[in-house]
């Protein structure tokens, strides 16, 4: 979310619009962050953890490192109350990222000894300003991921580091992976019907060499270039293949048999002279 107010360069103070859920005080707060000063664009789209940086902001009572928070008032919105307690306190102003809100974590001040409920949000940096509300009580301190999650003193604003990071990643995952389409498994019917487009096979080829000697010895030889998997669902489509072809084939030697026994009745057997030399056989073949 853009920032579309003008941010007052006096803190709010006290507690008169203090917001409490059932005597838990209501405190928002922002992770700022960055894009380290390389050629990189300012998008998040294949962005590594490494390659951000983290603003962290130190206590107003001791040296300790966080990110900036507040309390959430009852005039203003959960991320208008994130973007003013990070100007407040850090003197940066950028987007809310809503959408990525990290989480609402329990805890309890030791301060004050009440217990609170703290709302974190990422803050992408658009500008950082030389002048702030709290420039005299704060310093700023920019780190690498691990460098942040190191010196940052709550436990619970470590935790929501963590899921700003899971978040960057899971994200990096989901753009990785290849766009797939679901397998529309073809019919029986679809399978045979696309054997006669000439992308998976070409016509059967059939040479035949005979002689009278071994009309009944056949060899048949079936080769499918098809661009199917050998899966279970391909049998039918060679079974029905198979029986076309020596349904062919058988027809073709009938055939031969029968014009051969006619040529013999018409010569006579004994002045018939073998037409084919000896050896040879009947071969058809089926090529694609």
């Given at each position: ?173 989901e753009e990785e ?83 051969k026994q006619m ?26």
């Amino acid at each position: 979310m853009a920032m579309t107010k003008t941010l007052s360069m006096i803190s709010r103070t006290g507690r008169d619009l203090q917001r409490y859920n059932d005597g838990c005080r209501q405190v928002v707060g922002c992770i700022p962050y960055r894009y380290r000063k390389t050629n990189q664009s300012s998008t998040v789209q294949g962005t590594q953890i490494d390659d951000l940086e983290f603003l962290l902001i130190s206590s107003q009572k001791s040296p300790r490192w966080m990110f900036p928070k507040g309390g959430w008032e009852t005039d203003e919105a959960l991320e208008d109350a994130a973007l003013r307690e990070t100007f407040e306190e850090s003197g940066v102003i950028g987007e809310v990222e809503v959408q990525e809100f990290l989480g609402t974590w329990s805890f309890k001040s030791k301060s004050q000894g009440t217990f609170h409920e703290g709302h974190m949000f990422p803050l992408l940096v658009t500008d950082e300003l030389d002048d702030w509300p709290e420039k005299t009580v704060r310093k700023r301190l920019w780190l690498k991921f691990s460098e942040a999650r190191e010196v940052c003193w709550h436990s619970w604003m470590k935790e929501a580091l963590d899921v700003f990071a899971s978040k960057l990643t899971k994200r990096n995952k989901e753009e990785e992976e290849p766009q797939t389409c679901a397998f529309d498994e073809l019919s029986y019917e679809q399978t045979v019907g696309a054997v006669s487009d000439p992308m998976f096979c070409v016509e059967p080829r059939i040479s035949i060499e005979a002689n009278d000697l071994t009309c009944e010895e056949l060899r048949i030889s079936l080769v499918g270039k098809l661009k199917f998997n050998q899966e279970s669902r391909t049998k039918p489509l060679f079974d029905e293949i198979s029986n076309v072809a020596n349904s062919m084939f058988s027809e073709e030697a009938t055939m031969s048999t029968k014009a051969k026994q006619m040529f013999n009745e018409e010569m006579g057997n004994g002045h018939v002279t073998p037409m084919f030399g000896e050896g040879k056989r009947i071969s058809i073949a089926a090529f694609s």
